[in-house]
Nanobody, 122 residues
Framework: QVQLVESGGGLVQAGGSLRLSCAASSVRMFSIDVVGWYRHATGKQRELVGAVSSGDNTNYADSVKGRFTISRDNAKNTVYLQMNSLEPEDTGVYSC???????????????WGQGTQVTVSS
């Protein structure tokens, strides 16, 4: 299975910035088609924050457009979520999800990371 590990979460004041990382690894060679960043706030449903495709096309939730940016470093199998102008409403557990295929068998995979907590204080 492709393992995803998020990092970079923490406590930040409103207006501050954080950069989250999602690093993918596996003993088998793989390619990733889409990586999505999700957040889950207490008492709310998990929502898609944004995603990036293998062609570097990105899309974002309306609530984060202009503030969040997703980028990817294919050489490091890592996707980043740069979060600026953070608001208390951005608080939640952020998780990444990767969909792709194993190179040798073309079997698909769908992996989730363990999540990282982001807390924005007012």
């Amino acid at each position: 299975q492709v393992q995803l590990v998020e990092s970079g979460g923490g406590l930040v004041q409103a207006g501050g910035s954080l950069r989250l990382s999602c690093a993918a690894s596996s003993v088998r060679m793989f390619s990733i088609d889409v990586v999505g960043w999700y957040r889950h706030a207490t008492g709310k449903q998990r929502e898609l924050v944004g995603a990036v495709s293998s062609g570097d096309n990105t899309n974002y939730a309306d609530s984060v457009k202009g503030r969040f940016t997703i980028s990817r470093d294919n050489a490091k199998n890592t996707v980043y979520l740069q979060m600026n102008s953070l608001e208390p409403e951005d608080t939640g557990v952020y998780s990444c999800n990767a969909v792709g295929r194993y190179t040798s068998t073309l079997r698909p995979f769908n992996s989730w990371g363990q999540g990282t907590q982001v807390t924005v204080s007012s």
